[in-house]
């Protein structure tokens, strides 16, 4: 199998070009930023992946399919297609660093942004960075990020000396802690602000 390795990808505007010894660069968000910008958030189960050659680009995306437990944010069908770069067709493999991963039948929550050629597919906003695992470990339900391929970079400090790079942090894995309380965190984010009230006038 032929295997072709692209470094640094674009990710809804959250990914920078990065050299090979990190992958890609993301922007370290809070998950409260990260429900903001999706156009979706839902919390869903895998059903499979097809991947597909686009002949006249020459690279490979991998198309998944899932199935919508809840929509935290948006109104995206009980279906949702997630678009992600790289894949194997035909004896040819491509593969993109810092791109999300996912197995049939495991539990997410993703963080979505419309395809910019095809309103009907989603992209995962900051590529691994906005997909979270929904495990059972021991007797509770865990919300795990998997981050191998990525570093995060934190976001330009308005008093920054001049020259000084941002802070980049690697990191394998992030458990996120019990995951009721992590989905009460985005629904709690996705609610829209309460209008303000008007003053009384005398």
């Known amino acids: 199998m032929r295997v072709v390795t692209f470094l640094g990808m674009l990710a809804a ?22 429900t903001e910008r999706s156009d979706a958030v839902v919390r869903g189960r895998v059903v499979g992946s097809t991947p597909k050659m ?27 297609t997630v678009q992600q770069p790289g894949g194997v067709v035909g004896g040819i493999g491509q593969s993109v660093a810092g ?4 197995a049939p039948g495991e539990e997410v929550v993703l963080f979505l942004a419309r395809a ?7 992209q995962v906003l900051g590529m691994s960075a906005g997909k979270v695992r929904l495990e059972k470990k021991l ?22 000396p001049a020259g000084q790079a941002p802070a980049v942090r ?27 009230k008007k003053g009384t006038k005398r």
């Open 99 to 102: 791109a999300a991963k996912f």
């Open 116 to 122: 910019p050629d095809d309103a009907s597919v989603f």
């Open 54 to 80: 686009n002949a006249a680009a020459g690279r490979i995306s991998t198309f998944t399919e899932v199935q919508v437990i809840e929509a935290i944010k948006g109104a995206p069908g009980k279906r949702v």
């Open 13 to 34: 505007g959250l990914a920078l070009l990065a050299g090979p010894a990190r992958g890609a660069t993301v922007l370290r968000l809070s998950f409260e930023e990260l």
């Open 170 to 196: 690697v990191l394998s894995s992030e458990d996120l802690g019990d995951a009721s309380q992590f989905l009460g965190r985005l629904k709690a984010a996705a609610r829209p602000a309460a209008p303000a």
């Open 139 to 160: 007797d509770s339900l865990r919300a795990v990020r998997d981050l191998d391929g990525i570093a995060f970079v934190d976001p330009p400090a308005p008093k920054r």
